[in-house]
């Protein structure tokens, strides 16, 4: 559940400023005796802050490095010598194989790029939408629809009946339609995108009413361009998710042309007799000597490259989003 | 126009009711018409029947279900799991926040913030695959940094006495980023003149965050805490799934509620069961997240649910 606390932070940022201003001014008036004692406190303090800060952040990255050295590592110097941070026999024969036969790879690229961009907008359109009505104060049934959304998330009929819909009744299983669908509309987004909305100054809508603007009008050319920041997070959250996902093509797809690229992962993690034979069959390796471990870490750094390569500039925008509902839903 | 009445306000509001007919329709067809489904736990389910055309079998599912001990194990498993999740990762967000905010300086505090966010990002089909690396009998880098200290290798994937420690660990790993983050702006949001004032009587920053900073976070430590516990029975198929998979020799430490649903359905296609394990977790689920947001209320009625 991504963003479950996301309305419940509590604070905006906006006392980041100031406070990050105040946090500056201790140090300047520490001055004299007293001071001095207190200083050598936030010494030790801050040393105890970076060395906790440090190993976590160390555990946090060590994974990652790991994969990748491993990836990069002579099979034979795994077997022998097992996972290490440096490889101790660089090969980058992982990728040369996983690059002579990329069709599959690609085609599971192509399926999570694509996936993820019509839902991404798709997703943000009827959620801005859906949030919209929800906060315009005037609408008569404004309570009633948001409790009818509200109440999914408190009672669900669980996993077989919605499975069912979608297999028996929807007839969804193996298609492109099947990734896209169930995930589009979020109700935890939609109540972050009504709280920001519900933080846009109503003479805004009377205006453009008295001017004979429709709603659909003023929700898309005046709303959508004052709600950008709440759509840049909730679209970069909608956008991970699908980025992300493997369960709805764990559930319903099993043809190989289908697969997401975090699924076809799954797949050729646990099945890499799988990979071998397609491997061999297509030339891409001639004797059965496949480097199945560093090929397995290989995949994975190839999997996660885009989101580690776009994690820097889009992480912002998740901190973000963590403070931005703070208005209750 | 001066109608009035039920038609003359769906007249008034057309435009806004067309607005909000799309997310309508996708509840009422992935939300609320899978609640009708619950009748299947009550059904001996087949093909040619269907959802609302198999016979009824009284609690026959709930029986064999509760009978065979699942029930216990799961639910047990389900709940231990997510309350040491609470615990342990709310500890250590919070002692994450307090040390980003009071200890780093804003650059650094930049730079630790984007490696604990990290693991976020990933799947946990990714996850899984960072598991492997690290736990794999004969490759992993656990065992290779065990052979080195001259200690005997672990064989992690074949005993499940080792997975609630880990999957703890693993949860706080992909959890801490996230929660410090939220924990990091209720810090911020605090009323600094509390702590300059203590400076000035002499409380050294150990004194400060004891008697300021941690009791200032309470509120929020409360709530984010009585919403988790809304949740205990619902497990995170994910972290589960993509840690455990199908191994079943690890099932009795890692078998939550919903791996287990998955796995009567999809391997042992037992939709009479599996349909009764999910609604039985659906009641306890409504029931517990009702009893957390009646103690959220009673302790700040403004940040409730509902």
């Excluded at chain 1, 790029?113 to 859906?130: D, N, P």
Aim: include cysteine.
């Amino acid at each position: 559940m991504p963003c479950a606390g996301m309305t419940k932070t509590g604070r905006c940022s906006k006392g980041e400023m100031s406070n990050m201003q105040a946090q500056a001014q201790p140090a300047a008036a520490s001055a004299g005796k007293k001071a001095g004692k207190i200083k050598g406190d936030l010494l030790l303090f801050q040393l105890i802050g970076y060395a906790v800060l440090g190993v976590m952040s160390a555990i946090c990255l060590l994974p990652f490095l790991l994969v990748l050295s491993s990836s990069l590592t002579s099979e034979s110097s795994i077997i022998e010598n097992g996972f290490q941070l440096l490889p101790s026999v660089f090969s980058g024969e992982a990728y040369r194989i996983l690059f002579t036969y990329p069709e599959q790879m690609l085609r599971a690229y192509g399926v999570t790029i694509g996936v993820t961009a019509i839902g991404t907008l798709l997703g943000l359109f009827l959620t801005s939408m859906t949030a919209y009505v929800l906060s315009r104060k005037d609408f008569k049934w404004r309570g009633s629809f948001s409790f009818f959304f509200f109440f999914t998330t408190l009672f669900s009929g669980g996993l077989v009946p919605w499975y069912l819909l979608v297999v028996n009744y929807l007839h969804l299983k193996d298609t492109l339609i099947v990734l896209i669908l169930p995930m589009l509309l979020n109700v935890f987004y939609i109540i972050v995108m009504k709280s920001f909305m519900n933080g846009i100054p109503e003479a805004i809508v009377e205006s453009a009413k008295m001017d004979g603007a429709g709603d659909f009008l003023i929700y898309a050319r005046l709303i959508l361009p004052l709600a950008k920041p709440a759509l840049a997070t909730i679209g970069l959250f909608i956008a991970l998710g699908y980025w992300n996902d493997w369960y709805n093509a764990l559930l319903f797809v099993s043809n190989e042309n289908l697969m997401p690229l975090q699924y076809y992962l799954y797949k050729m993690l646990g099945n890499m007799d799988g990979m071998r034979k397609a491997l061999i069959s297509s030339g891409a390796v001639v004797n059965t000597s496949i480097p199945t471990e560093s090929l397995k870490m290989a995949m994975t750094v190839v999997a996660i490259g885009p989101i580690l390569l776009a994690y820097p500039f889009i992480q912002r925008y998740f901190v973000q989003g963590l403070t931005i509902g703070s208005v209750k839903g | 126009m001066n109608r009035s009445g039920f038609l003359g306000d769906v007249l008034k509001y057309r435009t806004l009711l067309l607005m909000l007919l799309p997310g309508v329709l996708f509840f009422i067809l992935f939300a609320y018409i899978p609640m009708a489904g619950i009748v299947l736990a009550f059904k001996q389910f087949n093909y040619a029947g269907g959802v609302f055309g198999s016979p009824w079998n009284g609690l026959d599912n709930f029986r064999f279900f509760f009978e065979s001990g699942d029930a216990w194990r799961v639910t047990r498993n389900t709940a231990l799991y997510n309350i040491a999740f609470i615990i342990v990762n709310n500890v250590l967000q919070i002692a994450a926040a307090i040390l980003l905010f009071e200890a780093a300086r804003p650059w650094f505090r930049k730079i630790f913030q984007t490696m604990l966010f990290l693991p976020y990002f990933i799947s946990w089909v990714v996850v899984g695959a960072i598991a492997y690396n690290l736990f794999n009998y004969d490759y992993g880098t656990l065992n290779v940094v065990l052979k080195a200290l001259g200690m005997q290798p672990l064989d992690v994937y074949n005993t499940a006495s080792y997975w609630p420690l880990l999957l703890v660990l693993i949860s706080a790993w992909k959890a801490l980023g996230y929660g410090s983050v939220m924990y990091l702006a209720a810090i911020t949001g605090m009323d600094r003149e509390m702590y300059e004032a203590a400076e000035i009587d002499g409380a050294n920053i150990f004194q400060r965050m004891l008697h300021i900073t941690i009791p200032n976070l309470y509120p929020t430590v409360i709530i984010l805490v009585l919403l988790a516990v809304g949740n205990i029975f619902r497990g995170d198929f994910g972290m589960f799934y993509n840690m455990v998979g199908n191994n079943g020799i690890l099932f009795s430490s890692t078998d939550v509620i919903d791996t287990y649903v998955f796995r009567s359905l999809t391997t042992n296609n037992d939709i009479g069961m599996s349909s009764a394990a999910g609604f039985y977790q659906s009641i306890l689920g409504f029931v517990t997240i009702l009893l957390a947001n009646y103690a959220v209320r009673r302790y700040d009625k403004d940040r409730a649910l509902f």
